[in-house]
């Protein structure tokens, strides 16, 4: 069985940095693009960012230059530095794998349980 497990979230005043990591396992997702979504309390599940089988990265721009995601295949693992967080990204964040770049666009057949992450003021 397939599942993607993630961890690292919780509870990080404003400016401060979390590391979350995604361990996939049942399969080898080398061939997949992951990413990451967040949904915060009343709203939709957002994109946030993904990174092809290829190493190329797609960023929302709410992220842009605050966040970097980067994958150790050979861990099966892929990892969101999150820099400068502001109370707005206080969401949960789901780790996620698709057949392609169309992940941005939550064409996603592998979705984590979500981790918390708080950013307080």
């Known amino acids: 069985q397939s599942q993607l497990v993630e961890s690292g979230g919780g509870l990080v005043q404003a400016g401060g940095s979390l590391r979350l990591s995604c361990a996939a396992s049942?399969?080898?997702?080398?061939?997949?693009?992951m990413g990451w979504f967040r949904q915060a309390p009343g709203k939709e599940r957002e994109f946030v960012v993904a990174?092809?089988?290829?190493?190329?990265?797609y960023y929302a721009d709410s992220v842009k230059g605050r966040c970097t995601i980067s994958r150790d295949n050979a861990k099966n693992t892929v990892y969101l530095q999150m820099n400068k967080l502001k109370p707005e990204d206080t969401a949960v964040y789901y780790c996620?794998?698709?057949?392609?770049?169309?992940?941005?666009?939550?064409?996603?057949?592998?979705w984590g349980q979500g981790t918390q992450v708080t950013v307080s003021s």
């Open positions: 990174t092809s089988s290829g190493g190329s990265t």
């Open positions: 049942g399969r080898t997702f080398s061939s997949y693009a």
């Open positions: 996620a794998a698709g057949p392609g770049i169309t992940i941005s666009r939550g064409v996603v057949h592998y």
